[in-house]
């Protein structure tokens, strides 16, 4: 701990007050924009990463961030991946083209991974308002409406595992990973105008060919009437994203006990049979010949093998605490090292020996700042410091010497993508403010 007299102090202090003004600036009231040229709107992990952020210095703001994104909540549960709260020129796909302008507000029609309900617990065991609980109730009871929505309409035929039908809703839109998946999808004919590369370089970015399937997925939903059986049947792009399972579990089990801590009880109940059917389908994921849990093209069972950082999010699920969990856990540990080792800062989001893997192109090999915490915080909760803050370290080192841009070469530091990124910032105030996520995992499962 730094004395209050250190010279570090001001420093530090300095540090924390542009980070608090990044959000501060980002802010539209209510609710933060990621970066206010490239992303206009509030994005859906992105509230829940900058909520955290927010409550280390605005608590009330921090809920208010919560609510906001909530409000986009649709009739069947479902959360979007954007609310479009206030129109805004600068962006592609607005809600028009996403066929659901008619909505207030405004949303995109599909979702992003659910972090949301692991961050509001971590915010309730950290609240300072007495009266926490009662804004709490409408926020848990709508959480559970979209957990159901996930387990429901992700996952017809109760296989345990939800899955997704774009790219953009795992949220790790060009990861090598979707390549094979993508090939499935035909390039959309119609013309349409990027926004994103006017904003940051091309080179940054995914490429047109990517781009002319993601759109033609959103006609597609659109076309569909948003039909959650028509779109399951149909959807050419239909895959389990281990990452996302991972972080809909754990949300699940967190979610769970928010339920008994408000009387939920058989809301929690619900949640926990959730929870044990997908803890055990989960397993179908694991690889031994890699070590690791890999991702699933359900159109035609091929497994997703590429190396990248969504395998390391198994600790933040607990999932090694079954039997032979202790060799499996050793085994990623192990392959851990290895991609730590192949680039100067970590977690590059690809290996950089998979084909794929670009340092510079977004989630094709970029370091995310709120993946490493992500990462880092299942590493200390599973008694694994050293790794865990390796990626703490790394973190606020390319924070500190870059600027706390949208994500970072894991070779030269440089900052790439969007400048002044609000959960970038907000991951630098957690990790400033100090580690540990104040949550147990093992109450949360028993
Ligand atoms: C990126 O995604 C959006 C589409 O949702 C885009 O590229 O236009 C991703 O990095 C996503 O994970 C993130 O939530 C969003 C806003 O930061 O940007």
């Avoid at 017809?156 to 499935?184: C, F, I, Q, R």
């Avoid at 070590?291 to 969504?310: F, P, W």
């Avoid at 977004?362 to 909760?381: D, F, K, T």
Wanted: proline content about 7%; hydrophobic content about 40%.
């Amino acid at each position: 701990m730094t004395h209050p007299e250190s010279p570090v102090q001001p420093a530090r202090d300095q540090e924390i007050a542009q980070f608090r003004a990044i959000l501060r600036s980002n802010d539209r009231g209510g609710y933060a924009v990621p970066s206010s040229r490239l992303y206009p709107f509030q994005w859906n992990w992105d509230a829940a990463i900058n909520a955290v952020g927010w409550q280390t210095f605005d608590e009330d703001r921090a809920w208010q961030e919560v609510e906001s994104l909530l409000a986009g909540q649709w009739d069947n549960g479902m959360v979007p991946s954007i609310v479009f709260h206030k129109p805004a020129q600068s962006y592609f796909p607005g809600p028009q083209e996403w066929g659901c302008d008619d909505r207030q507000p405004p949303t995109t029609s599909i979702s992003q991974p659910p972090v949301l309900a692991t961050m509001v617990r971590r915010m309730r065991a950290r609240s300072v308002d007495p009266a926490v609980d009662a804004r709490l109730a409408p926020i848990v009871a709508r959480l559970v409406r979209w957990h159901r929505w996930w387990h429901r309409d992700r996952d017809p035929l109760h296989t345990g595992l939800v899955v997704t039908y774009h790219p953009w809703e795992t949220g790790s839109d060009n990861s090598p990973a979707w390549d094979e998946p993508l090939k499935a999808v035909p390039p959309t004919a119609r013309a349409y105008q990027r926004r994103d590369t006017g904003v940051v370089d091309g080179s940054m970015r995914p490429h047109k060919a990517e781009y002319d399937r993601f759109v033609y997925l959103v006609d597609f939903f659109r076309d569909c009437g948003f039909d959650a059986r028509k779109i399951y049947d149909g959807s050419p792009f239909r895959i389990v994203d281990f990452a996302l399972n991972a972080i809909l579990l754990r949300a699940d089990a967190d979610l769970a006990v928010l339920c008994d801590d408000l009387g939920m009880r058989d809301e929690a109940g619900e949640l926990r049979a959730c929870h044990a059917r997908s803890l055990a389908a989960i397993d179908s994921l694991w690889c031994d010949a890699l070590g690791r849990h890999v991702s699933l093209d359900t159109r035609n069972g091929r497994r997703l093998e590429q190396h990248t950082h969504a395998a390391y999010l198994a600790w933040y699920a607990n999932l090694f605490q079954r039997a032979g969990g202790t060799a499996r856990s050793a085994a990623l540990q192990g392959g851990l090292e290895d991609l730590l080792q192949s680039t100067r800062f970590g977690l590059a989001s690809t290996h950089p020996r998979d084909p794929g893997f670009d340092p510079r192109r977004y989630w094709r090999g970029s370091v995310w700042p709120h993946i490493n915490w992500l990462v880092a915080e299942g590493l200390s909760e599973q008694g694994l410091p050293v790794a865990a803050r390796r990626l703490r370290d790394d973190t606020l080192a390319l924070v500190r010497a870059a600027g706390p841009f949208e994500y970072f070469s894991p070779d030269s530091g440089e900052g790439l993508g969007g400048p002044d990124f609000s959960w970038t910032a907000s991951i630098a105030l957690i990790l400033l403010a100090g580690s540990g996520s104040g949550v147990s995992q093992g109450a949360a499962c028993a």
